[in-house]
């Protein structure tokens, strides 16, 4: 959305090997925060 111009909230993504500097920056941010995992979320169970 940022790149096309259309207005959205602020956000940045961060990995585990960035895991420090997303804590800095959630640091920062005023509340309400938003956080959201990337990835598959649930269990496998054989």
């Known amino acids: 959305m940022q790149e096309f ?3 959205t909230a602020n956000y940045k993504e961060f ?3 960035s ?3 997303g ?3 959630l ?3 005023t509340i309400p925060i ?3 995992a ?3 979320a649930a ?3 054989l």
């Open 15 to 17: 990995d585990i090997k």
């Open 38 to 40: 990337d990835g598959l």
């Open 34 to 36: 938003v956080l959201k």
């Open 19 to 21: 895991r420090n500097e």
């Open 27 to 29: 640091k920062n941010c």
């Open 23 to 25: 804590i800095e920056y």
């Open 43 to 45: 269990v496998k169970v």
């Open 5 to 7: 111009g259309i207005p």
